[in-house]
């Protein structure tokens, strides 16, 4: 990660998961566990959140900001796939092998965010199941919303 | 639709269902609540399975066949958006509000399948947190492979398009 996390106190992170939109009727206990998993971060314009081929250990919920996601092809000019602005989460290859990430994120204003670590989510995936599934819940609404944005401009 | 379901095919049902690659690792609890909400389907070649706007109350696992994704287009051919093939999920849009279908879909070989009430699952998945989470964790692998094809394809039609300009 090229980013540089700024340490919270916890009852902050807390606060701060517990207002995101993505998180909204999450228990009290779901936003304990997350956060600990939690740092808040903050990008500059341009500035690389992950490059397409880098190992994915993590996602991010977007607080304020805009993220692109860029195609790369080679020499030529990236091409822009999708943008993920605020109240948002980024990144799923973290979720299942082979963690790679598929796309290169990049903020197109400055942006801070919530990056979870994958790592200590994914260790946590079978032993809380009401938290995952919530979790895989959420984020299978944001998908299945991103896969027929991306199909229904994949027919024009 | 053609269902083939009656009473005395439960077990057929059972077999078929916790055959189903999408579901494999799946505990024999919830392979019986699914079972619950199943039912077998077939569909010619040719054959319509659903229409864009139409209600979105269920999903198919395809077992053999294939299936095309189409948008509509007006005064032209429908544009293929995508195929689903045997061992794949076909049907999204009946997991979230609107519950409207987003794509018109059409067996393009003889295609046999699993249906499932998607209606009555969802509650069940929320009654079932062991099943709403093996259900959900395996959906979301096959979403985000999906979403990642379709948006690589997008980027090489943007790519064709800047090409052309």
Request: proline share 6%; hydrophobic share 40%.
């Amino acid at each position: 990660m090229n980013d540089t996390p700024t340490t919270a106190g916890v009852s902050e992170i807390e606060g701060r998961l517990a207002a995101h939109p993505f998180l909204k009727g999450m228990q009290p206990h779901a936003i304990k566990v997350l956060s600990q998993a939690a740092v808040a971060t903050h990008f500059d314009t341009d500035q690389v959140i992950f490059k397409a081929g880098e190992p994915a250990n993590g996602f991010y919920l977007i607080e304020n900001g805009r993220v692109i996601l860029e195609s790369p092809q080679g020499n030529q000019a990236s091409v822009v796939v999708d943008s993920v602005g605020p109240g948002e989460p980024l990144g799923w290859s973290w979720l299942f092998p082979p963690y790679e990430w598929q796309f290169d994120a990049r903020a197109a204003e400055p942006t801070s965010a919530i990056c979870f670590s994958g790592i200590m989510l994914r260790q946590h995936r079978d032993e809380d199941l009401t938290l995952s599934h919530e979790l895989f819940k959420r984020m299978s609404d944001v998908m299945v919303r991103r896969l027929q944005a991306a199909r229904r401009r994949l027919a024009h | 639709m053609k269902t083939e379901h009656r009473p005395g095919d439960r077990p057929e049902l059972e077999r078929r269902v916790a055959a189903h690659p999408f579901l494999i690792g799946m505990g024999p609890r919830e392979i019986n609540l699914l079972i619950d909400c199943a039912l077998l389907t077939r569909f010619e070649a040719g054959q319509t399975i659903f229409r864009t706007g139409e209600t979105a109350n269920r999903f198919y696992l395809i077992e053999r066949g294939k299936v095309a994704l189409e948008a509509e287009s007006v005064g032209e051919s429908p544009v293929l958006i995508d195929t689903v093939q045997a061992g794949d999920l076909l049907g999204w849009s009946w997991l979230f509000p609107p519950y409207r279908w987003h794509f018109d879909t059409r067996a393009i070989e003889p295609t046999t399948a699993i249906f499932f009430y998607g209606t009555v699952l969802r509650e069940y998945c929320e009654r079932d947190t062991v099943l709403g989470y093996e259900l959900f964790k395996r959906m979301s692998e096959v979403m985000i492979r999906r979403l990642q094809a379709a948006r690589t394809a997008l980027s090489e039609a943007l790519k064709n398009a800047q090409v052309a300009v």
